[in-house]
T-cell receptor, first 111, second 110 residues
């Protein structure tokens, strides 16, 4: 299995909603990542988990809350988002120092 | 100075020609370098990794690295319309994270 699976593919949520994005990989990678990408911009790092521990938080607002339940799963909990948070959210995984394998992303729209 | 710099393009290349994409980086401690291809509305796909000075070839793709000049490039030979995409240069920095350049839009004209 050489894939990173993200669900859902599309999500529309209101500003008062709570939702979660899910990511799963079975490649034995011990590093997992959340990125945010706006149109015509490069991916922007949000969080890094290494061996199931949060190692990097790029000063992301607390309305985004990551969770790594085990070495294969990564969640991003969303609460009280703003319309400007609408973007493509990408999960990735890798062996440390290697290139990342990205999932297909969740296209999030906040209304 | 941006950490990873690329010309945003668009770079227009005739079908069958060589496309040359360039990237410079600022962190001299960087050890790993990557090229990703991203089609519109899709996620980035890793197409080349390079770790040491010189050239690395994989099919129609050649990555070139010069650490002294802090320069990475990607050559695409026999360019095809399906190569039209945004190409992201990425550098694994000394801060243990990958930094992406802003990407170069490549258009292959028939």
């Amino acid at each position: 299995d050489t894939e990173v699976t993200q669900t859902p593919k599309h999500l529309v949520m209101g500003m008062t909603n709570k939702k979660s994005l899910k990511c799963e990989q079975h490649m034995g990678h011990r590093a997992m990542y959340w990125y945010k990408q706006k149109a015509k911009k490069p991916p922007e790092l949000m969080f890094v988990y290494s061996y199931e521990k949060l190692s990097i938080n790029e000063s992301v607002p607390s309305r985004f809350s990551p969770e790594c339940p085990n070495s294969s799963l990564l969640n991003l909990h969303l609460h009280a988002l703003q319309p400007e948070d609408s973007a493509l959210y990408l999960c990735a995984s890798s062996h440390t120092g290697d290139g990342y394998t990205f999932g297909s992303g969740t296209r999030l729209t906040v209304v | 100075q941006k950490e990873v710099e690329q010309n945003s393009g668009p770079l227009s290349v005739p079908e069958g020609a060589i496309a040359s994409l360039n990237c410079t980086y600022s962190d001299r401690g960087s050890q790993s370098f990557f090229w990703y291809r991203q089609y519109s509305g899709k996620s980035p796909e890793l197409i080349m990794s390079i770790y040491s000075n010189g050239d690395k070839e994989d099919g129609r793709f050649t990555a070139q690295l010069n650490k002294a000049s802090q320069y990475v490039s990607l050559l695409i030979r026999d360019s095809q319309p399906s190569d039209s995409a945004t190409y992201l240069c990425a550098v694994y920095s000394s801060a243990s994270k990958i930094i992406f350049g802003s990407g170069t839009r490549l258009s292959i004209r028939p």
